[in-house]
């Protein structure tokens, strides 16, 4: 009797784990499914010109919104966590890095990419159209990414679900009345309706986060150099995401390097199964690791186990839905079926580095983090240039599950190092011998 007891009690307690799971990957599927459909709209109104030049410009935004703010959304998760009351300096801390650095990448966009992309005839409505898309897809995003962290941080999943379901929703929203409804047909037209829409959406995230309370600006120095660590590796990473296109670009077929484009973006989306895992559990592993991170060591292993369920699971379902994928973004893209079956699998590996390095970085350990993250964009970026560029596109594929596994042997290998380390820390602090 005490031992089945003691097994309810244990489903009892992951009822609340599982209904937020379930409630965070449903958000996070349907904004997947949302931006897709959005994609999807201005692919085939936008036409081949036009959105080649919008995918290019958001690839580089795309780069640049890692380097907004600085990475401070992440101390903003990891503190406020454990420690409800600091939010008010917290939230002060990310909109001063936000205003500041999203108005130094600004004037830098807005002084170097007209001089490579032509939005419009006339010189000065390019400046400022471009000018326009870049406080779009840099600051806007970054400052809506913002307010869905903020509510992780307090743990209200049900508000962080809504800010990313609203977000996507109302960019489908805004291309299908844009493309469809009005006839918006140019970038310069699309430009201009992306832009009202984000403006929106953030004043209703403004609304949304007002009853926390009202920030206190000031800049807390000691989590600047922890930041930096946890964003470079997002920008280094961002980079190694589009190596692989830009050479494809030049060495194939357009359609070759379209339909890779759009399977990539298919697979990453995928990935979301296993993010929402983690988007929960992170505060949680925030606050077991916050004595040492051998504490939260026990959780760690569940939520690999977890994970890799999920991964496997996810993998297998692309590759059956595969076949229907034509049906969305049109019968021209002739291997997009092949290219998201051989790709798919590649979520296994994926999903088991991302839960070594989640748990270093809810442990504060943004060093070792960065640095697997860091050292594998960069090394991952320069094999998919050589293989591509020396067999297309069979050397992007697998250069793809190489860099993958690389990652996951290094990042559970510095996973293991940081936990010998917090064990033997904490050994020595009990037993009286002051820690190294």
């Known amino acids: 009797m005490g031992e089945h007891a003691s097994r309810i009690r244990n489903l009892r307690a992951l009822l609340p784990h599982?209904?937020?799971?379930?409630?965070?990957?449903?958000?996070?599927?349907?904004?997947?499914?949302?931006?897709?459909?959005?994609?999807?709209?201005?692919?085939?109104?936008?036409?081949?010109?036009?959105?080649?030049?919008?995918?290019?410009?958001?690839?580089?935004?795309?780069?640049?919104v890692h380097l907004c703010g600085l990475g401070a959304t992440e101390c903003l998760v990891r503190r406020v966590a454990r420690d409800q009351a600091i939010y008010p300096t917290f939230l002060g801390h990310n909109l001063i890095l936000i205003a500041t650095t999203g108005l130094l990448l600004l004037v830098i966009g807005a002084a170097a990419l007209p001089f490579f992309f032509q939005v419009a005839e006339s010189r000065l409505a390019n400046v400022l159209l471009i000018t326009t898309m870049l406080a779009t897809n840099i600051v806007l995003v970054r400052a809506i990414l913002f307010t869905e962290q903020?509510?992780?941080?307090?743990?209200?999943?049900?508000?962080?679900?809504?800010?990313?379901?609203?977000?996507?929703?109302?960019?489908?929203?805004?291309?299908?009345?844009?493309?469809?409804?009005?006839g918006v047909s140019t970038l310069q037209g699309w430009i201009i309706w992306q832009f009202a829409a984000h403006a929106l959406f953030l004043a209703a995230c403004v609304a949304a986060l007002r009853p926390l309370g009202p920030p206190r600006f000031r800049i807390v120095r000691e989590e600047l150099r922890l930041g930096l660590y946890f964003s470079i590796?997002?920008?280094?990473?961002?980079?190694?995401?589009?190596?692989?296109?830009?050479?494809?670009?030049?060495?194939?077929?357009?359609?070759?390097?379209?339909?890779?484009?759009?399977?990539?973006?298919?697979?990453?989306?995928?990935?979301?199964?296993?993010?929402?895992?983690?988007?929960?559990?992170?505060?949680?592993?925030?606050?077991?690791?916050?004595?040492?991170?051998?504490?939260?060591?026990?959780?760690?292993?569940?939520?690999?186990?977890?994970?890799?369920?999920?991964?496997?699971?996810?993998?297998?379902?692309?590759?059956?839905?595969?076949?229907?994928?034509?049906?969305?973004?049109?019968?021209?893209?002739?291997?997009?079926?092949?290219?998201?079956?051989?790709?798919?699998?590649?979520?296994?590996?994926?999903?088991?580095?991302?839960?070594?390095?989640?748990?270093?970085?809810?442990?504060?350990?943004?060093?070792?983090?960065?640095?697997?993250?860091?050292?594998?964009?960069?090394?991952?970026?320069a094999l998919a240039?050589?293989?591509?560029?020396?067999?297309?596109?069979?050397?992007?594929?697998?250069?793809?599950?190489?860099?993958?596994?690389?990652m996951t042997i290094a990042a559970w290998l510095v996973y293991f190092r940081v936990l010998a380390r917090s064990r033997n820390g904490g050994l020595s602090i009990r037993s009286g011998v002051p820690a190294e």
């Not at 209904?19 to 201005?42: D, E, K, R």
């Not at 307090?154 to 409804?181: D, E, H, P, Q, Y």
């Open 18 to 64: 599982a209904a937020a799971y379930a409630a965070s990957g449903g958000s996070l599927i349907v904004s997947s499914a949302a931006q897709l459909l959005t994609f999807a709209i201005l692919a085939r109104f936008l036409g081949v010109d036009e959105f080649s030049l919008f995918v290019a410009i958001t690839a580089l935004s795309n780069v640049a």
């Open 150 to 182: 903020v509510f992780i941080a307090f743990s209200n999943f049900g508000a962080a679900n809504k800010a990313v379901m609203g977000f996507a929703l109302i960019r489908t929203a805004a291309a299908a009345l844009a493309c469809i409804v009005f």
């Open 233 to 381: 590796p997002f920008i280094l990473k961002a980079a190694r995401q589009n190596a692989d296109l830009v050479v494809l670009s030049l060495v194939t077929s357009a359609e070759i390097m379209s339909s890779y484009s759009v399977a990539r973006r298919i697979i990453e989306s995928s990935y979301l199964s296993v993010d929402a895992l983690n988007r929960i559990l992170y505060p949680g592993t925030a606050r077991a690791s916050a004595a040492g991170l051998h504490h939260a060591s026990a959780r760690v292993g569940r939520i690999f186990l977890v994970a890799l369920t999920i991964s496997v699971a996810a993998a297998v379902a692309v590759f059956l839905l595969a076949p229907v994928l034509p049906y969305l973004f049109g019968h021209e893209y002739t291997s997009l079926v092949q290219f998201v079956r051989y790709l798919c699998w590649v979520l296994i590996p994926v999903s088991c580095w991302a839960i070594a390095l989640e748990a270093l970085g809810a442990a504060g350990h943004q060093g070792s983090r960065g640095a697997v993250l860091g050292g594998g964009s960069l090394l991952g970026a």
């Open 385 to 406: 240039a050589w293989a591509t560029w020396y067999a297309p596109p069979a050397g992007t594929i697998v250069s793809y599950y190489v860099i993958e596994i690389v």
